[in-house]
Nanobody, 128 residues
Framework: VQIVESGGGLVQPGGSLRLSCAASGFTLDYYTIGWFRQAPGKEREGISCISRSSDSTYYVDSVKGRFTISRDNAKNTVYLQMNSLKPEDTAVYYC??????????????????????WGQGTQVTVSS
């Protein structure tokens, strides 16, 4: 049972990346999913969350209009499309799954000791 993030890398400012969060050993259908990030020397923060049925999404102000979260339950995968990337988006990006949290609460609770499943993270570096 695990979550695996992928899609990170080095990109120039203004560029785009699409992160994937794939689950194995369990079905994401029943889980609220959140994307979190942690920059060096900073606390982990929730940046975007999506409800089980995709009818509700949440974005932190710093990524609104640039990032889009989506899920494909048939593929058991959640995505984070990141456009217009900025150097301040540089961080390790994590995906988490939880059955009990609403999307707003999911994104507000970023401690790695919370939420049922966490991935290992994928590095995103935005630099020229």
């Amino acid at each position: 049972v695990q979550i695996v993030e992928s899609g990170g890398g080095l990109v120039q400012p203004g560029g785009s990346l699409r992160l994937s969060c794939a689950a194995s050993g369990f079905t994401l259908d029943y889980y609220t999913i959140g994307w979190f990030r942690q920059a060096p020397g900073k606390e982990r923060e929730g940046i975007s969350c999506i409800s089980r049925s995709s009818d509700s999404t949440y974005y932190v102000d710093s990524v609104k209009g640039r990032f889009t979260i989506s899920r494909d339950n048939a593929k058991n995968t959640v995505y984070l499309q990141m456009n217009s990337l900025k150097p301040e988006d540089t961080a390790v990006y994590y995906c988490a799954a939880d059955r009990l949290f609403t999307i707003q609460a999911m994104c507000l609770v970023a401690s790695p000791t919370h939420h049922e499943y966490w991935g290992q993270g994928t590095q995103v570096t935005v630099s020229s």
